[in-house]
């Protein structure tokens, strides 16, 4: 089953909008999740890690003002698209570092599905 | 600098002909190596590590580390297969590094 689970699964919103995505993992503490983007039929790019009770790191190329990232607990990191723009609607996917699991150390999410009209 | 990289952008095969998907890897440590597969609108979801050597859903992938490389093969493609599969590198303490990914598409 599930070890992560994000939410929503899509959204549809009009430009100037801000969205929150959550990822939380389920039956265990993560200290560490991943943000990730894919465009279609493209890789995953990371976009930031984020580090429970700090300020999440972000890769070059991703604006921290517009990929809004809090880690404030063990189990909840959450993405907030700021004054979403058409240019921002892609496929968001989170994952969650679970150092207990040496032979599957990360989990991810379903993914949410933005659509900024 | 950690990378992998996927040759191939798209990959069709008849059914039941073989399949092999590349995937080759710059790493100065030991890294762990993965395939993923996404199927369509699907979660991403691990199919293959190379430290235990399973054989999921008949394919398998063997680590050269003199070739740097970690493909995926399987003998006899089935239309299920058809799917995104993405090859990762990923070391204790660092990021995941995924591959730019494979098209497999098995025809009928």
């Known amino acids: 089953g599930a070890v992560v689970s994000q939410h929503p699964s899509r959204v549809i919103c009009k430009s100037g909008t801000s969205v929150k995505i959550e990822c939380r993992s389920l039956?265990?503490?993560?200290?560490?999740m991943f943000w990730y983007r894919q465009f279609p039929k493209q890789s995953l790019m990371l976009m930031a890690t984020?580090?429970?009770?700090?300020?999440?790191?972000?890769e070059q190329g991703v604006e921290k003002d517009k990929f809004l990232i809090n880690h404030a607990s063990l189990t909840l990191s959450t993405l907030t698209v700021t004054s979403a723009h058409p240019e921002d609607s892609s496929f968001y996917i989170c994952?969650?570092?679970?150092?207990?699991?040496?032979?599957?150390?990360?989990?991810f999410g379903d993914g949410t599905r933005l659509s900024i009209l | 600098a950690q990378r992998v990289t996927q040759p191939e952008k798209l990959l069709s095969v008849f059914k039941g002909a073989p399949v092999e998907l590349k995937c080759n890897y710059s790493?100065?440590?030991?890294?762990?190596l993965f395939w993923y597969v996404q199927y369509s609108r699907q979660r991403l979801q691990l199919l293959l590590r190379?430290?235990s050597r399973e054989s999921i859903k008949g394919f398998t992938a063997d680590l050269n580390k003199g070739e740097t490389s970690f493909h995926l093969k399987k003998p006899f493609a089935q239309e299920e297969d058809s799917a995104m599969y993405y090859c990762?590198?990923?070391?204790?303490?660092?990021?995941?590094?995924f591959g730019p990914g494979t098209r497999l598409s098995v025809l009928p």
């Open positions: 994952s969650a570092r679970d150092l207990s699991r040496v032979i599957e150390p990360q989990h």
């Open positions: 039956d265990f503490q993560a200290t560490t």
């Open positions: 984020s580090n429970e009770g700090s300020k999440a790191t972000y």
């Open positions: 790493y100065s440590g030991s890294p762990e």
């Open positions: 190379h430290i």
């Open positions: 990762a590198l990923w070391s204790y303490g660092q990021n995941f590094v």
